[in-house]
């Protein structure tokens, strides 16, 4: 079974750019979550999508949106990048009902110069 | 504020001796607990979880006991290895609709052989 996958692995992007990071989920999982993996800051929950609509969302500003598609991958998109966006962005997906369950990508490397 | 706190940052163990990281929570609503392990370079695998109707779960080498009256967790990992060297997340969850996972900051493992 393959797991979660991201891309792209690194993405550096310069202040006021926009950036899209992609996941495709493990077959049968319909619920993408997004955390950001900030330096010292563990994993900040960011997104949660499930069957295309998006049922939380943590304590970041609207410049940080997603959406999930029809076959349950998910895109990420920063707006109007800060430098303080910098981090390891990890995506995650669960079978539906189980959030507890959560298998994590191997993240997308975002530097914001 | 932190509703799920690792405070130590790091441990160091020898080969063969008990590892055991502690997570402390402040919801009273978590209901499930788990334990990530992360290495560089690759997203959180999930190792073992306990319910909060349980006060102990055992996987191998892995114990996680849960005191609720403290607010309390802890991961025992015995005998430590060296390849048990990693960052290791709590995380817990609540039963309430539309929640994610809060995550701890991490505690980083190492084990000397």
């Known amino acids: 079974e393959a797991g979660v996958t991201q891309s792209p692995t690194h993405l550096i992007k310069t202040r006021g750019q926009q950036a899209t990071l992609r996941c495709s989920p493990i077959?049968?999982?319909?619920?993408v979550y997004w955390y950001q993996q900030a330096l010292g800051l563990g994993l900040q929950f960011l997104l949660w999508?499930?069957?295309?609509?998006?049922?939380n969302r943590g304590n970041f500003p609207p410049r940080f949106s997603g959406r999930q598609f029809p076959n349950y991958s998910s895109e990420l998109n920063v707006n109007a990048l800060e430098l303080e966006d910098s981090a390891l962005y990890l995506c995650?997906?669960?079978?539906?009902?189980?959030?507890?369950?959560?298998?994590f990508g191997p993240g997308t490397r975002l530097t914001v110069t | 504020d932190q509703q799920v706190k690792q405070n130590s940052p790091s441990l160091s163990v020898q080969e063969g001796r008990i590892s055991i990281l502690n997570c402390d929570y402040t919801?009273?609503?978590?209901?499930?607990f788990l334990w990530y392990k992360k290495y560089p370079a690759e997203g959180p695998t999930f190792l073992i979880s306990?319910?909060?109707?349980?006060d102990k779960n055992e996987d191998g080498r892995f114990t996680v006991f849960l005191n609720k009256s403290a607010k309390h967790l802890s991961l025992h990992i015995v005998p430590s290895q060296p390849g048990d060297s990693a960052v290791y997340f709590c995380?817990?969850?609540?039963?309430?609709?539309?929640?994610?996972?809060?995550f701890g900051k991490g505690t980083t493992l190492s084990v000397s052989s």
């Open positions: 999508y499930d069957e295309g609509e998006e049922r």
């Open positions: 306990i319910s909060s109707i349980k």
């Open positions: 995650a997906s669960s079978r539906v009902g189980k959030s507890y369950e959560q298998y």
């Open positions: 077959s049968g999982h319909t619920s």
């Open positions: 919801n009273s609503m978590f209901d499930y």
């Open positions: 995380a817990a969850e609540t039963n309430q609709a539309g929640t994610a996972l809060i």
